[in-house]
């Protein structure tokens, strides 16, 4: 860990990025691709024969990592953030059983209308809660209660990516973020729903509809963003403290932004893929949806790091104080950026009339009435539209079909609706995909260049293209329609430069309460007893337009 005067994304040469990006694209079937071999079907590649060796890490465990909690919310453990949960831990207010037996508690309670969760782990997460009880202190998560998307193999428990592939997989060991956060104290609450394999909204893999937005529980066709949308829903509906997810083509962004959560998807490598069930080896990413900058700063401090498992992982900077740069800077009473920030605005970002539109503006006039923030137009790189349309952007189906072969030439009906993104990845001519890879080195290099060449952090419309060059993005709110639905917005970063993006939301944060708001409680369905497919309630299926989508 180091923590620097200067932020991480100017100290480095971005050339090295692009080089070391060009290298992983040219042996992108070296690394954590393995899956486990179910059915009688070979794996894909070796797995490791144990669990990640993962060490506590004393670096989160500083003074900036903890808040002591509002008032107007001290008497509900739900609705703390996490520092402030922590601080409560940490001052012996409460003792982790209560906190986890008080998440427990609502999701009992709520979760059969939300439908966030297809596991929960009530007993070993008591047990857990208990042990760290009697332990040295670890931190800010200790003790914290977590929900874990459904691809992250846990030891022990259930880990099916909502597919009918992996209905009966049970890990022998943790994934490494998994490890990393529960030797930090962290709590496995459950595994939450996701979409079939990571391709859509969570649903079961025949395309029933399962989790639903927070913030419109009564109406299940509010999009709750990508497929990890359970986590989104579990830590927006106050049934964790926060959560994780994967981003291959917004997962973490766009649920983010729905249910008015803080989530990063952090640069490529700089959480390990061990344990993983993969979608796309270059484009995923692990990272943390949150409830503010500052726990997703904890989360991703403690998720982060070199992997020996992870090749993308080893190498790269060290990562620094993440929660520093979460902690708003003031400077005799007055809020200041922490680094001089030049905040990129795309062509037509915050155009129009629309409730988004007047919600992008009123986020850049905040922004630039902070100290040593500044707003500059930046135009869209030469051949944006091509090179960030779908011509190209299927050259990641192969990387998502290549280790599924076996499975694929077994049984298609194991891959549910999601099932033409693999055929087409097992499709696309060797042409395509060299070329296609050619245009993303591009398209990085254009970023770099005529994008970062006149700002720090740049606003985002979606997140393409950051997903497909694995430069990093934070989601945050910035306000809600006239309906009650939340309004986010998305930054992308330069390599390395989660710590300048959490900053900015940092301040942010510090000038607006759109990140406070939580959504009602929701009615209450019937009781959410043992789970099984056969009785998650009927909300119907994915159109035609979202199973068109998966192909995209």
């Given at each position: 860990m180091t923590d620097v005067q200067q932020p991480l994304d100017r100290l480095l040469d971005r050339r090295a990025f692009l080089a070391?990006?060009?290298?992983?694209?040219?042996?992108a079937t070296?690394?954590?691709v393995a899956l486990p071999g179910l059915a009688g079907i070979a794996s894909a590649a070796p797995s490791p024969a144990s669990g990640p060796a993962v060490k506590f890490n004393p670096e989160l465990d500083k003074g900036a990592a903890y808040n002591k909690p509002r008032e107007?919310?001290?008497?509900?453990?739900?609705?703390?953030?996490?520092?402030e949960a922590a601080w409560m831990i940490r001052h012996n207010k409460i003792v982790p059983v209560e906190l986890v037996q008080a998440y427990l508690d609502r999701i009992a309670a709520y979760d059969s209308t939300y439908q966030a969760f297809n596991l929960?782990?009530?007993e070993s997460a008591l047990k857990a809660a208990r042990q760290w009880a009697n332990r040295p202190y670890r931190g800010p998560l200790h003790g914290i209660p977590l929900a874990i998307k459904d691809n992250y193999f846990t030891e022990g428990v259930l880990t099916t990516a909502s597919s009918y592939l992996f209905q009966d997989f049970v890990p022998p060991y943790d994934a490494t973020s998994v490890a990393k956060l529960t030797v930090q104290g962290g709590i496995v609450l459950g595994k939450t729903q996701m979409g079939p394999l990571?391709?859509?909204?969570?649903t079961l893999p025949?395309?029933?509809v399962t989790t639903i937005n927070a913030w419109t529980p009564t109406n299940p066709s509010t999009n709750p963003g990508g497929s990890s949308t359970g986590t989104a829903t579990a830590v927006a509906g106050r049934m964790a403290t926060s959560g994780?997810?994967?981003q291959t083509g917004g997962s973490i962004t766009a649920p983010s932004n729905a249910q008015n959560l803080t989530g990063i998807k952090p640069t490529m490598g700089r959480v390990s893929l061990a344990g993983i069930i993969p979608l796309t080896y270059s484009r995923d990413h692990p990272g943390p949806l949150a409830r503010d900058a500052k726990d997703a700063a904890i989360m991703l401090m403690a998720m982060a790091g070199a992997d020996p498992a992870d090749p993308r992982s080893q190498g790269l900077p060290p990562v620094p104080n993440l929660i520093n740069a979460a902690t708003p800077r003031y400077e005799g009473g007055n809020l200041r950026m922490r680094w001089k920030t030049r905040i990129g605005v795309l062509p037509g970002y915050a155009d129009g009339t629309s409730e988004t539109a007047l919600a992008r503006r009123a986020f850049l006039t905040k922004m630039a009435a902070i100290p040593e923030c500044e707003l500059v137009e930046v135009p869209l790189p030469d051949e944006w539209d091509l090179l960030t349309g779908s011509a190209f952007n299927n050259v990641r189906l192969p990387e998502r079909s290549e280790p599924f072969m076996p499975y694929l030439r077994e049984d298609l009906r194991g891959f549910g609706v999601s099932v033409t993104s693999w055929l087409q990845g097992c499709l696309l001519d060797a042409n395509g995909y060299v070329t296609g890879q050619r245009a993303k080195l591009l398209l990085l290099e254009r970023i770099l260049d005529q994008i970062f060449g006149s700002c720090d952090v740049v606003v985002q419309t979606s997140p393409v293209p950051f997903d497909i060059v694995g430069l990093p993005e934070i989601a945050f709110p910035i306000g809600f329609t006239g309906g009650g639905v939340p309004i986010g917005t998305i930054l992308g970063g330069l390599p390395y430069a989660e710590g300048r993006l959490l900053s900015v939301v940092a301040a942010h944060q510090a000038v607006s309460d759109w990140h406070w708001q939580r959504p009602p409680n929701p009615p209450v369905a019937a009781p959410a007893a043992a789970r099984s497919a056969a009785v998650v309630p009927d909300r119907g299926r994915l159109t035609a337009e979202e199973v068109a989508e998966l192909t995209q």
């Amino acid at each position: 860990m180091t923590d620097v005067q200067q932020p991480l994304d100017r100290l480095l040469d971005r050339r090295a990025f692009l080089a070391r990006t060009a290298a992983l694209a040219a042996t992108a079937t070296v690394g954590t691709v393995a899956l486990p071999g179910l059915a009688g079907i070979a794996s894909a590649a070796p797995s490791p024969a144990s669990g990640p060796a993962v060490k506590f890490n004393p670096e989160l465990d500083k003074g900036a990592a903890y808040n002591k909690p509002r008032e107007a919310v001290m008497s509900d453990p739900t609705e703390w953030t996490l520092s402030e949960a922590a601080w409560m831990i940490r001052h012996n207010k409460i003792v982790p059983v209560e906190l986890v037996q008080a998440y427990l508690d609502r999701i009992a309670a709520y979760d059969s209308t939300y439908q966030a969760f297809n596991l929960v782990t009530a007993e070993s997460a008591l047990k857990a809660a208990r042990q760290w009880a009697n332990r040295p202190y670890r931190g800010p998560l200790h003790g914290i209660p977590l929900a874990i998307k459904d691809n992250y193999f846990t030891e022990g428990v259930l880990t099916t990516a909502s597919s009918y592939l992996f209905q009966d997989f049970v890990p022998p060991y943790d994934a490494t973020s998994v490890a990393k956060l529960t030797v930090q104290g962290g709590i496995v609450l459950g595994k939450t729903q996701m979409g079939p394999l990571a391709t859509s909204r969570a649903t079961l893999p025949n395309g029933q509809v399962t989790t639903i937005n927070a913030w419109t529980p009564t109406n299940p066709s509010t999009n709750p963003g990508g497929s990890s949308t359970g986590t989104a829903t579990a830590v927006a509906g106050r049934m964790a403290t926060s959560g994780i997810g994967t981003q291959t083509g917004g997962s973490i962004t766009a649920p983010s932004n729905a249910q008015n959560l803080t989530g990063i998807k952090p640069t490529m490598g700089r959480v390990s893929l061990a344990g993983i069930i993969p979608l796309t080896y270059s484009r995923d990413h692990p990272g943390p949806l949150a409830r503010d900058a500052k726990d997703a700063a904890i989360m991703l401090m403690a998720m982060a790091g070199a992997d020996p498992a992870d090749p993308r992982s080893q190498g790269l900077p060290p990562v620094p104080n993440l929660i520093n740069a979460a902690t708003p800077r003031y400077e005799g009473g007055n809020l200041r950026m922490r680094w001089k920030t030049r905040i990129g605005v795309l062509p037509g970002y915050a155009d129009g009339t629309s409730e988004t539109a007047l919600a992008r503006r009123a986020f850049l006039t905040k922004m630039a009435a902070i100290p040593e923030c500044e707003l500059v137009e930046v135009p869209l790189p030469d051949e944006w539209d091509l090179l960030t349309g779908s011509a190209f952007n299927n050259v990641r189906l192969p990387e998502r079909s290549e280790p599924f072969m076996p499975y694929l030439r077994e049984d298609l009906r194991g891959f549910g609706v999601s099932v033409t993104s693999w055929l087409q990845g097992c499709l696309l001519d060797a042409n395509g995909y060299v070329t296609g890879q050619r245009a993303k080195l591009l398209l990085l290099e254009r970023i770099l260049d005529q994008i970062f060449g006149s700002c720090d952090v740049v606003v985002q419309t979606s997140p393409v293209p950051f997903d497909i060059v694995g430069l990093p993005e934070i989601a945050f709110p910035i306000g809600f329609t006239g309906g009650g639905v939340p309004i986010g917005t998305i930054l992308g970063g330069l390599p390395y430069a989660e710590g300048r993006l959490l900053s900015v939301v940092a301040a942010h944060q510090a000038v607006s309460d759109w990140h406070w708001q939580r959504p009602p409680n929701p009615p209450v369905a019937a009781p959410a007893a043992a789970r099984s497919a056969a009785v998650v309630p009927d909300r119907g299926r994915l159109t035609a337009e979202e199973v068109a989508e998966l192909t995209q």
